[in-house]
């Protein structure tokens, strides 16, 4: 834990840079949002405070909603120190390759189990409590984007595609690697990130998308049932296209609807962790 503490001194040195990133910041923005309006009123409210702390560092860090994609925007200060924190690649083959072990030992699920005591403890330093929030929140979302577990091998690529980033495709005329299609929502997250235009996919997807039609999932917050889930749903799903041709119509509108029900998934197991471990004494 003290490691943790230690990396995570230095970011009082840097300020957000104006980059927005593109699942992408949209994506984190209306999962924090569904996540948000499934808290407590007293987990709220500490939350709130904690964002306020973030606030008084980063100017840009106001709301909730800013905070998910936060550990993005350092990463584009070239700050890769946590670089890791936002996946993890348990490998996969279709044609026989032999697998390798591709996970790295600092991972998202290793970041969640570290970063989880943190957040709980209102003894840590404030500052640094709110940091481990947004990187609590950003990590969750991130683990429900199927490409963020998952590295494909095969023949071409026998150390792994990191996620789909060296598998491209073809969507409109235009070549773009899997991975930021997924990013994307394959098209869900697109768009302004105005908190009317947040707050208005945010409200659509939990209609479609209510809590109670997951069953008991939205209560499962163990990091590794996720990371089955992504697998599976990269394997039915993201990975169903051929490499170097255009994606089908049905592959989009199949992708889309996987996107919103994760990013549902995990707003509710957000708002769930949350309501565990920032508790009003």
Known sequence: MKHLLRLLAFFMLFSLSPLVFAWNAFGHMVVASIAYQNLKPATREKV??????MHQQYADMGTFLNIAYWPDSIRGQKIETYTHWHYIDVAFSTDGTPLKNLVDTDNAVWAINNIEPVVKNDHANAYERARFLAFLTHIVADLHQPLHTVSYISAAMPDGDKGGNSYFVRVNNE???LHKLWDGGLGVFDGDTSNDNIAAIAKYIMERYP?????NKASDLKPDSWIKEGMANAKQYAYNTPENQPVSQGYLENGKRIAEQQAALAGYRLANLLNQLVQKP
């Open 175 to 177: 070549r773009l690697n």
């Open 211 to 215: 809590q109670n039609s997951f069953g």
């Open 48 to 53: 709130d405070n904690l964002v306020d702390y």
